[in-house]
């Protein structure tokens, strides 16, 4: 089992920065990823970045490529999700997700990965 617990989110104005946590209990260690997803009212869960444990290898939705950027530090277990130029279009809940996902085509599903975080709110204001 691993759990995961998210920190960071908030209110924020257009052209602002956050930096979202998701801190796992324990790594899988096969094809061990982490990502984000997000959700917006009315709207499906969209994939915004993940990161492949073993070779930091990183991978972003199209909406949010140049402005956000996924890390994770080893030693804590953490992902970081940094998102800066925030739009108003950004305001979401966001959810941290795990899973062992072997193929880069994989990545996008969030019904693949095994374990979520709770989630965490993010407002962009106007």
């Known amino acids: 089992q691993v759990q995961l617990v998210e920190s960071g989110g908030g209110l924020v104005q257009a052209g602002g920065s956050l930096r979202l946590s998701c801190a796992a209990s324990r790594r899988t260690f096969a094809n061990f990823v982490m990502a984000w997803f997000r959700q917006a009212p009315g709207k499906e869960r969209e994939f915004v970045a993940a990161i492949r444990w073993s070779n930091e290898r990183t991978y972003y939705g199209d909406s949010v490529s140049g402005r956000f950027t996924i890390s994770r530090d080893n030693a804590k277990n953490t992902v970081y999700l940094q998102m800066n130029s925030l739009k108003p279009e950004d305001t979401a809940v966001y959810s941290c997700?795990?899973?062992?996902?072997?193929?880069?085509?994989?990545?996008?599903?969030?019904?693949?990965?095994?374990?979520w975080g709770q989630g965490t709110q993010v407002t962009v204001s106007s």
């Open positions: 997700a795990a899973g062992a996902l072997a193929g880069d085509s994989s990545i996008y599903y969030p019904r693949l990965y095994g374990y």
